[in-house]
């Protein structure tokens, strides 16, 4: 299974990961980003900080840029 790496940016704070996640599929890194953005985001709301212009890239082991998945695509605008 590949290993992805996720690297956090929200504002001026950018967090690397250098251990990374296997993974079975690209699709399924994009849900645990997804999972950790509302986290995040959900923290920062505690605190009265608005972090929803943030982002997580989504890398593969030769650190080649997969995919960027926006905060504010994990919020629901539906419901």
Known sequence: MPRFFFTVISGKN????QEGCV???LDQAIEEALKDARA???DAILQG???SEGCIIIRNAQQEVLT???FADALDRNG
């Open 14 to 17: 950018v967090l690397d990961d």
């Open 23 to 25: 993974l079975p599929s």
């Open 40 to 42: 995040l985001m959900s």
């Open 49 to 51: 900080r608005d972090i």
């Open 68 to 70: 960027v998945v926006r």
